[in-house]
């Protein structure tokens, strides 16, 4: 599985950006896909993702300016990121791995590279 993450890029505090990631190659039933992110210094943390019953679930840092969807057709995630804040610079990590409990601990299944975010104020 090749998990490849786009758009990225440099904005002004209360700008948007959207992220694309697509998972190619083998596909799993009970696998979710999802976005993490990294900023310097900091441990990953869980953005967004999408749970096995079709459901979004926004964490609390970014909730209200995230929207997180998929494409199941074409295995494809988008993360529309509204009124960014300088907080949310940091590397933005998409994740194709087993749903359930461990979603946010677990550094199993696929993983992007990452594509970077940079808010400035």
Do not use: H
Request: hydrophobic share 35%; with cysteine; charged share 15%.
């Amino acid at each position: 599985v090749q998990v490849v993450e786009s758009g990225g890029g440099s904005v002004q505090a209360g700008g948007s950006l959207r992220l694309t990631c697509t998972a190619s190659g083998s596909t799993y039933t009970a696998y979710c896909m999802g976005w993490f992110r990294q900023a310097a210094g900091k441990e990953r943390e869980g953005v967004a993702r999408i749970e096995a019953d079709g459901s979004a679930i926004v964490e609390d840092s970014v909730k209200g300016r995230f929207i997180v969807s998929r494409d199941n057709a074409r295995n494809t995630l988008t993360l529309q990121m509204n009124s960014l804040k300088p907080e949310d610079t940091a590397m933005y990590l998409c994740a194709y791995k087993p749903c359930g409990g461990t979603w946010l601990s677990a550094p199993n299944g696929f993983w992007g590279q990452g594509t970077q975010v940079t808010v400035s104020s």
